[in-house]
């Protein structure tokens, strides 16, 4: 891959950051446990990075604002609407990853 200047790759992450909540959006069916499980991250990794990102570049943003960026709707909504209790079997499978 040849190099990129810093704008296209800025553009090209930010695009690829947006796919990826629309993705996660598209999904919802898709726990946050089971993300934890499978890849180590969930939505709330990503609504923390968001606002460490903004830290970084001097943007006042809340947590739960970040938080409302990534899952679409207030974190609280969100849960209501689509995140279901962790089964035993998740919970067994995302202690036994994080011993």
Same mark, same amino acid.
């Given at each position: &891959?040849?190099?990129l200047d810093q704008a296209? #790759? /800025?553009a090209l /992450? %930010?695009?690829t950051f947006r796919r990826l !909540?629309?993705?996660l959006d598209n999904n919802k069916d898709v726990q946050n446990i089971d993300l934890m499980i499978l890849a180590d991250f969930c939505r709330n990794c990503l609504g923390k990075w968001y606002k460490n990102a903004a830290d970084d570049q001097g943007v006042e943003i809340s947590d739960l604002e %970040?938080?409302?960026r990534v @899952?679409? &709707?207030p974190f609280s909504e969100w849960k209501e609407k @689509? #995140? !279901?209790p962790a089964s035993q079997e998740q919970l067994d499978a995302f202690n036994a990853k994080h011993k």
């Open positions: &891959m040849k190099p296209t #790759q /800025d /992450d %930010a695009a !909540l629309s993705h %970040a938080r409302e @899952y679409g &709707m @689509y #995140q !279901l």
